[in-house]
C-alpha cells in the first residue's frame, strides 16, 4: 500500500540521452511536485502541479518538463540530459488545501 | 524571496543526549513550518509540523514551537537515540503559491552509542 512511488529507484545513462522518471501516488492527492537532491543534500522545488495549474522554478532548465496522464501520476521528463543532472529525483504529493506533503523514495540519477 | 536556515552539520551526540537543531525562516505572511526527516537510503518523512505562530508540533520525542517573533522553528529532542541518526531538514511553505515547500540546507545528526 506504497503512498507515492517512483520508478526506477535508480538509473544510469549518458550525456545527451533522454529519459523519464515516473511518479505515481494512491492518496487522492491533487497536487503533485518534483524536487531535486544534490550531493550536499540540498533540496530545491522543480515544479508543482495540479490538474489547474504548472508553476516551475523559474531556475529549471526547459530541458525538464512533467508530464501528467490523470491526476495520479506525475512524469518527469528530461531532454540532453548533462553531467550536472546527476542527483536525487524526489516526487511529492498533497491536496490543494493542506501544505504536508509526501514524499516518495527517490530516483538516483547519474549522468556519465 | 522565502529562505529557511538551518545550522550546520554534523551534529555527533552520545546517545540520551540533548538535542537542538537551529532553525530561523523569511517569508512573507504567514507560512505553515515542517520538520522532516531523511534516513540513509531513504525518501524523506515528514516529523511534525506547525501552522500559526505558537503551535507546537510533535512527534516521537521530537517538538518545535513556532515563534513569529523570532522567526524561528528550532527542533529539540530530549534524549536522542542511535535510531535517531538521520539528516533533518526544516521547510516551510507559503500561504500561497502551490504550496511548494523551500527548504533548509539539512543537518546531519550523528548519535553515538
Known amino acids: 500500500d506504497t503512498a507515492v512511488s517512483q520508478t526506477p529507484k535508480y538509473l544510469v545513462t549518458q550525456m545527451g540521452n533522454d529519459k523519464s522518471i515516473k511518479c505515481e501516488q494512491n492518496l487522492g492527492h491533487d497536487t503533485m511536485y518534483w524536487y531535486k537532491q544534490d550531493s550536499k543534500k540540498f533540496l530545491k522545488i522543480m515544479f508543482s502541479y495540479n490538474n489547474k495549474e504548472l508553476i516551475i522554478n523559474e531556475t529549471v532548465p526547459n530541458r525538464f518538463s512533467p508530464k501528467s496522464p490523470d491526476k495520479a501520476h506525475l512524469n518527469l521528463h528530461i531532454n540532453s540530459l548533462e553531467l550536472g543532472d546527476s542527483a536525487v529525483y524526489f516526487c511529492?504529493?498533497?491536496?490543494?488545501?493542506?501544505?504536508?506533503?509526501?514524499f516518495g523514495p527517490g530516483t538516483r540519477l547519474t549522468v556519465l | 524571496g522565502n529562505s529557511v536556515t538551518q545550522m550546520e552539520g554534523p551534529v555527533t551526540l552520545s546517545e540520551e543526549a540533548f538535542l537542538t537543531i537551529n532553525c530561523t525562516y523569511t517569508?512573507?505572511?504567514?507560512?505553515?513550518l515542517f520538520w522532516y526527516v531523511q534516513y540513509p537510503g531513504e525518501g524523506l518523512q515528514l516529523l511534525l509540523k506547525a501552522t500559526k505562530a505558537d503551535d507546537k508540533g510533535s512527534n516521537k520525542g521530537f517538538e518545535a514551537t513556532y515563534r513569529k517573533e523570532t522567526t524561528s522553528f528550532h527542533l529539540e529532542k530530549g534524549s536522542v537515540q542511535v535510531s535517531d541518526s538521520a539528516v533533518y531538514f526544516c521547510?516551510?511553505?507559503?500561504?500561497?503559491?502551490?504550496?511548494?515547500?523551500?527548504f533548509g540546507g539539512g543537518t546531519r545528526l550523528m548519535v553515538k552509542p
Open positions: 521547510a516551510l511553505s507559503p500561504y500561497n503559491a502551490g504550496n511548494m515547500l523551500t
Open positions: 517569508a512573507t505572511g504567514y507560512p505553515s
Open positions: 511529492a504529493s498533497s491536496h490543494s488545501t493542506n501544505p504536508e506533503q509526501f
